[in-house]
């Protein structure tokens, strides 16, 4: 039986290893266009972009060649962040987009995230029909050779995301203020510079030349400490550190103090509240999100919501309640009104316009909200047994959950793109959260890590 393809955001796992193979992106991008583009017009068209992995070039060619061979017609915009891929999907009218990226992962890993036309993630029931047609023996009969589809390069991409994500985030003028840029070497590695520099602001860019190996590698939104060091060094106002496809960013404030993903949120929601823009007045977040924000939210009369970890959930909920912004505390901001997925370039405009609009800085800002103390692991593992059956970790879960009482709480789950087990522990006192984290801790090396 064959491993499940499709996780919490679409595929992944180290590449030229199944199912980051070229057979596999060959057979999916056939699959695709058997579910995706299963509709009268013709001809089909699709979509993909990738970050800057090595990767990248063979999963392309690969993932082409089978959509072509459907009668699909194929644009490759080469490196693009995962929202603007979103956002050309819909505005060249593309029965799907298909983004190449891991995220944050390093380069030997790769992904493969796939949109609808509507610019929105595949529901679960799209990517397990997509899966189900993938493993059919033959797949099906082949296209006629007057049937097949052709590939284009579309050199203006880069250009239609640019002026969107201006026209869409409503920034006049960025003048007065210095930016450090972390691109992580990745797929904003020539789109933010330019975007940030054209709407006035001083840039300081680093981590921008990628050679297919170094995407994510001490630098970008898992290194924020690096940008840490330049805003102070170069007097900044901001710094800003996206990942390796850009659809998530942290900041960094004019001090060198890294400003959680959970504050960035709850300084947007205010700001939309202020402006009569906070739809219901509610903001959606996950379960990882601090207890912190839902109760500092309280005074502003801001409501929130939570939702399973993984962005397509938070999105999911805003488009259910028809919110007008969501996001988790790893860095993923999404803003309703203008983007189907996380933006980090969008997003960091947003705050640098929160910045001139209240002419206050970014650590000022931060104020609006207090962080519970909070210990976060990621434990690699060898296996992933439903955590219900260690007997071990059941008996620590109890332990904590009564020693903390009301006074915080334990999240203990799988990572769903790597062979890690996550463990949060939050309370009103730091040394209370850390006992408790070490015994949560102590019972996975106990068992499933050995």
Request: glycine letters at 8%.
């Given at each position: 039986?064959?491993?499940?393809?499709?996780?919490?955001?679409?595929?992944?796992?180290?590449?030229?290893?199944?199912?980051?193979?070229?057979?596999?992106?060959?057979?999916?991008?056939?699959?695709?266009?058997?579910?995706?583009?299963?509709?009268?017009?013709?001809?089909?068209?699709?979509?993909?972009?990738?970050?800057?992995?090595?990767?990248?070039?063979?999963?392309?060619?690969?993932?082409?060649?089978?959509?072509?061979?459907?009668?699909?017609?194929?644009?490759?915009?080469?490196?693009?962040?995962?929202?603007?891929?979103?956002?050309?999907?819909?505005?060249?009218?593309?029965?799907?987009?298909?983004?190449?990226?891991?995220?944050?992962?390093?380069?030997?890993?790769?992904?493969?995230?796939?949109?609808?036309?509507?610019?929105?993630?595949?529901s679960d029931a799209q990517e397990a029909e997509i899966e189900a047609i993938l493993h059919q023996e033959g797949l099906a009969e082949p296209h006629a050779p007057t049937e097949l589809g052709k590939a284009f390069r579309i050199d203006s991409a880069k250009g239609r995301y640019i002026e969107f994500?201006?026209?869409?985030?409503?920034?006049?003028?960025?003048?007065?203020?210095?930016?450090?840029?972390?691109?992580?070497?990745?797929?904003?590695?020539?789109?933010?510079?330019?975007?940030?520099?054209?709407?006035?602001?001083?840039?300081?860019?680093?981590?921008?030349?990628?050679?297919?190996?170094?995407?994510?590698?001490?630098?970008?939104?898992?290194?924020?400490?690096?940008?840490?060091?330049?805003?102070?060094?170069?007097?900044?106002?901001?710094?800003?550190?996206?990942?390796?496809?850009a659809d998530r960013v942290i900041f960094v404030d004019e001090n060198g103090t890294i400003v959680s993903g959970d504050k960035i949120l709850a300084m947007s929601a205010i700001a939309l509240k202020k402006q009569e823009r906070l739809v219901k007045d509610t903001l959606v977040v996950t379960v990882?999100?601090?207890?912190?924000?839902?109760?500092?939210?309280?005074?502003?009369?801001?409501?929130?919501e939570t939702t399973p970890v993984g962005d397509r959930h938070v999105v999911e909920r805003m488009r259910q309640g028809g919110y007008s912004i969501g996001g988790e505390n790893s860095g993923h901001i999404i803003f309703a009104k203008n983007a189907t997925t996380g933006d980090g370039i969008m997003?960091?405009?947003?705050?640098?316009?929160?910045?001139?609009?209240?002419?206050?800085?970014?650590?000022?800002?931060?104020?609006?909200?207090?962080?519970?103390?909070?210990?976060?692991?990621?434990?690699?593992?060898?296996?992933?047994?439903?955590?219900?059956?260690?007997?071990?970790?059941?008996?620590?879960?109890?332990?904590?959950?009564?020693?903390?009482?009301?006074?915080?709480?334990?999240?203990?789950?799988?990572?769903?793109?790597?062979?890690?087990?996550?463990?949060?522990?939050?309370?009103?006192?730091?040394?209370?959260?850390?006992?408790?984290?070490?015994?949560?801790?102590?019972?996975?090396?106990?068992?499933?890590?050995?």
């Open positions: 039986m064959q491993k499940q393809l499709f996780g919490t955001d679409g595929i992944r796992g180290t590449a030229n290893t199944y199912p980051i193979t070229p057979e596999v992106a060959l057979r999916l991008g056939r699959a695709i266009v058997r579910v995706i583009m299963a509709k009268p017009n013709s001809p089909h068209k699709v979509i993909i972009g990738k970050d800057t992995r090595l990767s990248g070039y063979m999963l392309e060619t690969a993932l082409t060649a089978g959509l072509v061979s459907e009668g699909a017609r194929v644009l490759l915009t080469g490196p693009l962040p995962t929202p603007a891929i979103a956002y050309l999907t819909t505005s060249m009218q593309c029965d799907a987009g298909i983004m190449l990226t891991a995220s944050h992962n390093p380069f030997e890993d790769n992904g493969i995230k796939i949109f609808g036309s509507d610019g929105y993630k595949l994500v201006k026209n869409a985030a409503g920034v006049v003028s960025l003048n007065g203020l210095k930016v450090v840029l972390d691109c992580a070497h990745g797929a904003a590695y020539e789109v933010g510079p330019t975007i940030f520099a054209e709407l006035g602001a001083t840039v300081i860019a680093i981590n921008t030349s990628p050679n297919g190996r170094n995407i994510n590698t001490d630098c970008g939104a898992l290194y924020p400490e690096k940008t840490a060091v330049i805003v102070k060094q170069e007097k900044a106002d901001i710094g800003i550190c996206f990942d390796g496809d990882m999100s601090n207890l912190g924000l839902t109760e500092s939210l309280k005074e502003y009369g801001i409501a929130v997003s960091a405009l947003q705050i640098l316009s929160m910045l001139k609009n209240e002419a206050k800085p970014l650590s000022e800002l931060a104020e609006c909200m207090q962080t519970y103390p909070q210990e976060l692991h990621a434990i690699s593992v060898k296996e992933k047994p439903p955590i219900d059956s260690i007997p071990e970790l059941q008996l620590a879960m109890q332990q904590a959950e009564t020693t903390l009482g009301d006074k915080g709480r334990i999240l203990v789950r799988y990572s769903g793109t790597e062979n890690k087990i996550r463990v949060l522990v939050e309370a009103s006192d730091a040394t209370l959260a850390r006992s408790q984290s070490d015994l949560l801790c102590a019972a996975i090396h106990s068992t499933i890590t050995t």
